[in-house]
């Protein structure tokens, strides 16, 4: 168990710290094909100083550290509870460090305790897989873009968003135009079709696990997701809203069932902090590999 | 880039306009929801602190005890400010602020304020924790400890060159609006 701890304090320290490499290009992507002396240059040029401190410093990239969401894969037969209260630990004493802000407050009381753990925090998403390794991957979810995030019900007439594909365009798009630069921009989305008001959010997150440049296999959504990227960045809107070519760094949609009688398009923001990382565990517990 | 340094005079801010990059220098207050709400209800705001030609940062910083027993910033990105909107306007116009540092921008009843009483609101850039952090030379003091806690405390910073952009000036313009009614039509037209 000891070595599982430091696996995930490690872990916790560099998602806080390090944002991964795929965000850090499609930022200096973005940089190159901004104006030269805009503003949106200039914040993303913060952005990127930002990036670069943070990770020299080893310290937290935004102080708002977020909800510690944990993706874990393992085989049959993995103690779950066993994991989770290591996991727990781990997370107070990264929070001790400093890796992760005291962040987590009892809804009814308003009380803080310091330790970010209580109910629903951390939240743990295990799966069950018939091979022999274990997958760890970490999201931590600032609360600015969460609270831009939207759940559409169509058909919505206000939108003329209809139960078709072009209707799920235009409520993702809806969802673009009201949060402007209000999610820390420029974002990421993680979209889900279908599911109920629940799966449908926690399969939008789910897509935030992918890799920024991966393409959509099903080429329905590949092309949805292609399009609301390029739509949305010609939107005007820009680096933390300031207008510019950048108001959005990807676009990761899936589909889930849905009952006959519901249509939702669950609309998850991610700010430009996007910070994900995960690792591959040995049997004692070991990083072997990570994985961003 | 505009360099804004002390006194923040009214002829200074009213100079700003909507989309001007500015570097401030200079003393700013923090102050978040629990100063906003006490100070609109009357709370009296303690002797040394003078918001009259000031700036109030709305930002709820990691502060750390240093080895000489001074405090040192770890963090200072801008909280969304859109929070403060039922308040701000009341507080500019009885304390004399001249500036508000945010993130998200703010509404119609703090824009008035603002094009009344000669200050602006000044947009950082949302999540540069560090960056911002680093902009912060020295903590001169803090105030309301007790009462609110660190990151609700009035915290006075002496920052060197900390990048805003002015999104909201004194002449009724606001980025916001502007920057929403044309992304707004320019989705119209690719629907
Ligand atoms: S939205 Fe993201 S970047 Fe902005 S303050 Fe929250 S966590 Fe930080």
């Known amino acids: 168990m000891r070595a599982l701890a430091d696996s995930l304090l490690e872990l916790i320290r560099r998602t806080s710290a390090e944002i991964p490499d795929d965000v850090r290009r499609a930022i200096l992507r973005s940089l190159e094909?901004?104006?030269?002396?805009?503003?949106?240059?200039?914040?993303?040029?913060?952005?990127e100083r930002n990036i670069q401190l943070a990770k020299q410093k080893s310290q937290p990239i935004c102080q708002d550290t977020g909800s510690i969401l944990f993706y874990v894969d393992a085989p049959v037969g993995f103690d779950q509870i066993a994991f989770s209260e290591v996991a727990r630990s781990a997370v107070t004493l990264a929070t001790k460090k400093g890796f992760l802000r005291q962040n987590s407050v009892d809804s009814l009381t308003g009380k803080n305790d310091g330790t970010n753990v209580g109910p629903g925090a951390p939240a743990f998403h295990f799966h069950q897989r018939r091979s022999p390794d274990i997958q760890v991957r970490l999201v931590l979810k600032g609360g600015g873009c969460e609270n831009v995030g939207a759940q559409y019900s169509l058909p919505c007439e206000s939108l003329q968003a209809n139960r078709d594909l072009d209707g799920c365009r235009r409520a993702i798009l809806d969802a673009v135009l009201q949060a402007q630069g209000k999610g820390c921009g420029p974002g990421i989305l993680g979209v889900c079709i279908g599911g109920d008001?629940?799966?449908g959010y926690e399969l939008s997150k789910t897509q935030f696990l992918r890799m920024l440049d991966d393409r959509n296999p099903h080429p329905d959504l590949d092309r949805l997701e292609q399009d609301v990227l390029k739509t949305a960045n010609e939107l005007g809107i820009g680096p933390m809203g300031f207008g510019g070519k950048t108001t959005l760094l990807g676009v990761k949609i899936c589909a889930a069932n849905r009952l006959p009688a519901s249509f939702f398009v669950s609309v998850s923001y991610m700010c430009w902090a996007y910070r994900r990382q995960g690792c591959d565990l040995d049997a004692e517990g070991a990083i072997s590999q990570w994985l961003y | 880039m505009i360099h804004l340094t002390p006194p923040f005079t009214e002829e200074k801010i009213r100079a700003l306009k909507v989309g001007d990059e500015v570097e401030i220098s200079g003393v700013l207050y923090t102050g978040r929801d629990a100063v906003h709400k006490y100070l609109y209800e009357g709370g009296a705001l303690p002797q040394e602190v003078n918001l009259r030609d000031g700036i109030l940062y709305h930002c709820g910083p990691v502060v750390m005890r240093d080895e000489q027993g001074g405090w040192k910033v770890t963090a200072a990105g801008p909280t969304t400010s859109i929070r403060e909107e039922p308040y701000?306007?009341?507080?500019?116009?009885d304390f004399g602020l001249r500036g508000v540092i945010g993130k998200g921008g703010m509404e119609g009843k703090t824009l008035k304020a603002c094009q009344e009483?000669?200050?602006?609101?000044?947009?950082a850039v949302g999540g540069a924790a560090q960056v911002l952090a680093e902009c912060v030379r020295k903590v001169?003091?803090?105030?309301?400890?007790?009462?609110?806690?660190?990151?609700?405390?009035?915290?006075?910073?002496?920052?060197?060159?900390?990048?805003?952009?002015?999104?909201?000036?004194?002449?009724?313009v606001s980025m916001h609006d502007t920057i929403y009614q044309s992304s707004q039509k320019a989705l119209a037209s690719r629907l």
């Open chain 1, 33 to 47: 094909d901004e104006k030269k002396g805009t503003i949106a240059a200039s914040a993303l040029k913060i952005i």
């Open chain 1, 197 to 199: 008001r629940a799966t």
């Open chain 2, 88 to 93: 701000q306007w009341r507080i500019i116009r």
């Open chain 2, 117 to 123: 009483h000669g200050c602006v609101y000044f947009h």
């Open chain 2, 140 to 172: 001169r003091n803090v105030h309301l400890l007790e009462k609110f806690g660190a990151p609700e405390a009035i915290w006075e910073f002496e920052t060197e060159r900390f990048p805003v952009v002015v999104t909201m000036d004194s002449h009724g």
